[in-house]
């Protein structure tokens, strides 16, 4: 079966439990973390070949049935050419397997997505679309394959004058709420995988998870232009047990946002060996009312993001971010390289203060840029700790009710006021840790 699962306990004490096919293994998350890659499907219910070479041909009956049709721990295999479709649910225990040269494509109708006669239109609400891919409450399903699902959000939507990013683009002007389908969102889902899929050209999100315990994306690209508004990469948001690795993201918005809102708190969540470029970063917040904890980034590269380490609440959605520890990043290009707020926007009303807390950056190494780190008041210090950290001397920190402190590998430059810190005594050679963005021969519009 195409089915990973793990479960993740103290992350920041180091240990990893991982089920796979119901046996566990622990594993040091300190310096090892030899999870194993999701395997591929051993049984496939249909194999589906494109009906013609037009684009305009409908697919989403057949693919529809044919996932309704498949039986648990089997898959739906797309072979190569293009498949045209409108929404999609997904079922429990089935994967949708995409092989290599097979593209899935979004119809760009608005009306197939409609919910309250608002999809492609502005309001203010922005929830009036239905998205492409839905797991909803299923469990053991996925998508995996080399194949490509294209959201066309830079095509004219059908009927219209202008493409779903153009909508949001306006909405930013107007002062609106663009109404665009998330390319796939899962909600009270579990055993959720991910694995070599290519996803690009979202008109909204690409993934959102919403109350998903366990999730995996391996070796996941996500593709999509730096000016395509709101097109998050992945966003758990009160989820649990997330598992991002080998994976490349480049969007018009966060590469990866971690978010908790009034639906609960996410933890447990890992990133390992990914690989970010142009987007807002590796991102927590801005919704963190339900509390955000046990979160490890370790072996990311942040090459042209805006931010790069990224915390971002205020008191209209602030919560308890605890626990957070980054290890090994290598950053350059980013005009924020370090950007932890709790004021993200100056102008929220509320009384939901951010904290944040136990913080840890170990082996971090950038360019220039600005160095945020700004707690709400006195009474609620940022919390961080800083040990191998190492800028060029062009950076600049901007500190507020901060509490610093340096491991013995050190910090430079050294943030003002912290003369008492240790100045650094190691760095990490990033030279080798650059890769270009691993185009597939189907680029972004």
Known sequence: MFLRRFHMNSILSGMIVVLVSACSATVSARESLDLPEPALPTRVCAKLAPIAASSTEDDTQRLQSAVDHCPQGAAVQLQAGRFASGPLNMKSGVTLWLLRGAVLAANTDPRVYDKNGHCGTLDHKGNGCRPFILFNATSGAG???????????????????????????????????????????????????????????????????????????????????????????????????????????????????????????????????????????????????????????????????????????????????????????????NRRPVDFDTQYDAHAVGHAIPVYRNISLRHVSGETGQLIVKGYDALHPVQIVLNGVHFSNAARWLIESAQISAGPDGVSPVPPGEAGLNAITATRDCATRWVPFPVTGASVH
């Open 143 to 333: 998508i995996t394959g080399e194949g490509t699902i294209d959201g066309q959000g830079g095509e004219p939507m059908k009927g219209k004058n202008e493409s779903w990013w153009q909508l949001a683009r306006r909405a930013q002007k107007e002062g609106g709420a663009q109404n665009v389908p998330r390319l796939i969102e899962a909600d009270n889902a579990s055993a959720i995988v991910f694995h070599g899929i290519s996803l690009r050209n979202s008109p909204g999100f690409h993934v959102i998870l919403k109350n998903v315990n366990d999730a995996t994306f391996w070796g996941v690209r996500i593709d999509t232009p730096a000016d395509a508004r709101n097109t998050d990469g992945i966003d758990p948001i009160s989820s649990q047990n997330i598992l991002i690795a080998h994976s490349f993201i480049r969007t018009g918005d966060d590469n990866v946002a971690i978010k908790a809102g009034a639906g609960g708190a996410t933890r447990h969540v890992v990133l390992l060996d990914n690989h970010f470029y142009w987007g807002h970063g590796m991102s927590i917040g801005s919704e963190t009312v339900g509390g955000v904890s046990d979160i490890y980034v370790r072996d990311l590269t942040l090459d042209g993001t805006t931010s790069g380490l990224r915390i971002k609440s205020d008191v209209s959605r602030g919560g308890l971010v605890s626990d957070i520890r980054y290890e090994n990043i290598c950053l350059r290009g």
